[in-house]
Protein backbone atom coordinates (compact mmCIF):
# COMPACT_ATOMS: atom_id res chain seq x y z
CA UNK A 1 0.00 0.00 0.00
CA UNK A 2 1.02 3.13 -0.76
CA UNK A 3 0.37 6.80 0.15
CA UNK A 4 -0.83 7.78 -3.09
CA UNK A 5 -3.26 4.89 -3.31
CA UNK A 6 -4.85 6.09 0.20
CA UNK A 7 -5.31 9.91 -1.46
CA UNK A 8 -6.80 8.16 -4.31
CA UNK A 9 -9.64 6.93 -1.89
CA UNK A 10 -10.74 10.18 -1.12
CA UNK A 11 -8.74 10.59 2.62
CA UNK A 12 -6.88 13.78 2.13
CA UNK A 13 -6.20 14.71 5.83
CA UNK A 14 -2.13 13.99 5.95
CA UNK A 15 -2.39 13.01 9.93
CA UNK A 16 -4.92 10.30 8.97
CA UNK A 17 -3.06 8.83 6.18
CA UNK A 18 0.42 8.95 8.40
CA UNK A 19 -1.58 6.86 11.07
CA UNK A 20 -2.83 4.70 8.63
CA UNK A 21 0.84 4.06 6.84
CA UNK A 22 2.20 3.53 10.52
CA UNK A 23 -0.86 0.66 11.27
CA UNK A 24 0.05 -0.93 7.78
CA UNK A 25 4.16 -0.74 8.62
CA UNK A 26 3.51 -2.26 11.88
CA UNK A 27 1.43 -5.25 10.26
CA UNK A 28 3.95 -5.90 8.03
CA UNK A 29 7.04 -5.83 10.83
CA UNK A 30 4.94 -8.19 12.45
CA UNK A 31 4.65 -10.58 9.51
CA UNK A 32 8.05 -9.81 8.25
CA UNK A 33 9.06 -11.47 12.31
CA UNK A 34 6.86 -14.26 11.82
CA UNK A 35 8.30 -15.07 8.45
CA UNK A 36 11.48 -15.09 10.07
CA UNK A 37 10.97 -17.40 12.40
CA UNK A 38 9.43 -19.58 10.62
CA UNK A 39 12.39 -19.52 8.12
CA UNK A 40 14.76 -19.99 11.22
CA UNK A 41 12.76 -23.28 12.59
CA UNK A 42 12.70 -24.76 9.06
CA UNK A 43 16.17 -24.36 8.76
CA UNK A 44 16.76 -25.66 12.50
CA UNK A 45 14.33 -28.82 11.20
CA UNK A 46 16.30 -29.70 8.31
CA UNK A 47 19.15 -29.64 10.00
CA UNK A 48 18.16 -32.07 12.42
CA UNK A 49 16.83 -34.32 10.07
CA UNK A 50 20.22 -34.50 8.25
CA UNK A 51 21.85 -35.18 11.34
CA UNK A 52 19.11 -37.73 12.20
CA UNK A 53 19.89 -39.82 9.11
CA UNK A 54 23.86 -39.34 9.34
CA UNK A 55 22.81 -41.12 12.33
CA UNK A 56 20.83 -43.74 11.05
CA UNK A 57 23.21 -44.37 8.36
CA UNK A 58 26.04 -45.02 10.92
CA UNK A 59 23.51 -47.26 12.88
CA UNK A 60 22.52 -48.90 9.66
CA UNK A 61 24.54 -48.06 6.73
CA UNK A 62 21.30 -49.81 4.50
CA UNK A 63 18.31 -48.60 6.49
CA UNK A 64 16.81 -46.85 2.69
CA UNK A 65 17.20 -49.71 1.24
CA UNK A 66 15.69 -52.06 4.15
CA UNK A 67 12.46 -49.29 4.22
CA UNK A 68 12.14 -48.92 0.76
CA UNK A 69 12.26 -52.68 0.29
CA UNK A 70 9.27 -52.94 3.38
CA UNK A 71 7.48 -50.48 1.40
CA UNK A 72 7.77 -52.56 -1.41
CA UNK A 73 6.50 -55.90 0.36
CA UNK A 74 3.56 -54.31 1.84
CA UNK A 75 2.69 -52.41 -1.11
CA UNK A 76 2.29 -56.04 -2.78
CA UNK A 77 0.56 -57.36 0.30
CA UNK A 78 -2.30 -54.71 -0.29
CA UNK A 79 -2.13 -55.09 -4.12
CA UNK A 80 -2.82 -59.15 -3.77
CA UNK A 81 -5.58 -58.75 -0.94
CA UNK A 82 -7.48 -56.03 -2.96
CA UNK A 83 -7.12 -58.53 -6.13
CA UNK A 84 -8.16 -61.58 -4.15
CA UNK A 85 -11.47 -59.57 -2.80
CA UNK A 86 -12.09 -57.92 -6.34
CA UNK A 87 -11.68 -61.95 -7.50
CA UNK A 88 -14.11 -62.83 -4.61
CA UNK A 89 -16.40 -59.70 -5.49
CA UNK A 90 -16.65 -61.36 -9.16
CA UNK A 91 -17.61 -64.63 -8.35
CA UNK A 92 -19.74 -64.38 -5.52
CA UNK A 93 -23.19 -64.30 -7.91
CA UNK A 94 -22.02 -67.25 -9.32
CA UNK A 95 -23.55 -70.87 -8.57
CA UNK A 96 -21.44 -73.91 -8.44
CA UNK A 97 -22.03 -76.94 -8.80
CA UNK A 98 -19.88 -77.66 -4.89
CA UNK A 99 -17.74 -75.34 -2.74
CA UNK A 100 -14.72 -77.42 -4.32
CA UNK A 101 -15.16 -76.59 -8.03
CA UNK A 102 -15.30 -72.66 -6.62
CA UNK A 103 -12.54 -72.91 -4.87
CA UNK A 104 -10.75 -74.50 -7.76
CA UNK A 105 -12.46 -71.34 -9.82
CA UNK A 106 -10.80 -68.90 -7.58
CA UNK A 107 -7.79 -70.43 -7.62
CA UNK A 108 -7.48 -70.56 -11.28
CA UNK A 109 -8.90 -66.73 -11.43
CA UNK A 110 -6.15 -65.90 -8.65
CA UNK A 111 -3.61 -67.39 -10.46
CA UNK A 112 -4.69 -65.72 -13.97
CA UNK A 113 -3.72 -62.06 -12.38
CA UNK A 114 -6.04 -60.53 -14.79
CA UNK A 115 -5.60 -56.96 -14.67
CA UNK A 116 -7.00 -54.94 -11.98
CA UNK A 117 -8.77 -51.43 -12.39
CA UNK A 118 -11.30 -49.43 -10.35
CA UNK A 119 -11.70 -52.80 -8.15
CA UNK A 120 -12.87 -54.77 -11.18
CA UNK A 121 -11.13 -57.39 -13.36
CA UNK A 122 -10.22 -56.35 -16.49
CA UNK A 123 -11.05 -59.73 -19.07
CA UNK A 124 -12.89 -61.39 -16.34
CA UNK A 125 -15.99 -62.23 -18.37
CA UNK A 126 -14.18 -63.64 -21.08
CA UNK A 127 -12.28 -65.64 -18.51
CA UNK A 128 -15.59 -67.03 -17.22
CA UNK A 129 -16.87 -68.10 -20.58
CA UNK A 130 -13.44 -70.06 -21.10
CA UNK A 131 -14.17 -71.58 -17.85
CA UNK A 132 -17.35 -72.30 -18.64
CA UNK A 133 -16.59 -73.94 -22.14
CA UNK A 134 -13.71 -76.19 -20.35
CA UNK A 135 -15.11 -77.27 -16.95
CA UNK A 136 -18.88 -77.06 -18.01
CA UNK A 137 -19.83 -79.41 -14.97
CA UNK A 138 -17.98 -76.72 -12.30
CA UNK A 139 -21.32 -74.82 -12.93
CA UNK A 140 -24.81 -75.08 -11.91
CA UNK A 141 -26.67 -75.23 -15.54
CA UNK A 142 -29.50 -72.79 -16.33
CA UNK A 143 -31.58 -75.30 -17.54
CA UNK A 144 -34.31 -76.51 -15.36
CA UNK A 145 -33.70 -79.75 -13.51
CA UNK A 146 -35.60 -82.93 -14.93
CA UNK A 147 -38.78 -83.99 -13.27
CA UNK A 148 -38.70 -87.54 -12.25
CA UNK A 149 -41.76 -88.04 -9.93
CA UNK A 150 -44.47 -88.67 -12.46
CA UNK A 151 -46.33 -92.34 -13.07
CA UNK A 152 -45.19 -93.54 -16.01
CA UNK A 153 -47.98 -95.11 -18.78
CA UNK A 154 -47.97 -98.83 -18.62
CA UNK A 155 -50.38 -101.74 -20.06
CA UNK A 156 -53.87 -102.03 -18.16
CA UNK A 157 -54.42 -104.65 -15.74
CA UNK A 158 -54.95 -108.40 -17.09
CA UNK A 159 -53.80 -106.86 -20.21
CA UNK A 160 -51.69 -109.29 -22.08
CA UNK A 161 -47.99 -107.84 -23.39
CA UNK A 162 -46.07 -108.81 -26.63
CA UNK A 163 -43.54 -110.41 -24.04
CA UNK A 164 -46.49 -112.35 -22.13
CA UNK A 165 -48.48 -113.39 -25.38
CA UNK A 166 -44.43 -114.88 -26.88
CA UNK A 167 -44.10 -116.34 -23.18
CA UNK A 168 -47.11 -117.93 -23.63
CA UNK A 169 -46.93 -119.31 -26.78
CA UNK A 170 -43.67 -121.21 -26.14
CA UNK A 171 -45.47 -122.88 -22.99
CA UNK A 172 -48.21 -124.27 -25.74
CA UNK A 173 -45.61 -125.30 -28.03
CA UNK A 174 -43.68 -127.57 -25.47
CA UNK A 175 -46.23 -128.41 -23.21
CA UNK A 176 -46.68 -126.89 -20.75
CA UNK A 177 -49.75 -125.29 -19.47
CA UNK A 178 -49.99 -121.59 -19.21
CA UNK A 179 -49.87 -119.89 -16.47
Do not use: C
Not at 95 to 106: I, M, P, R, V, Y
Not at 110 to 121: F, Y
Not at 126 to 152: L, M, R
Amino acid sequence: MKREDITALGIGDEATVNKIMDLHGADLEKQKNTITTLTAERDGLKTQLGEANGKLAGYDPEWKTKAATAQQEADGKVAALQYEFAAATAVNGMKFTSESAKKAFLADLVAKKLPLQDGKLLGYDDFTKSYKETDPGAFVSDAPAPHFGGSTPGPAADTLTGNDKANAALREAFGRVSQ
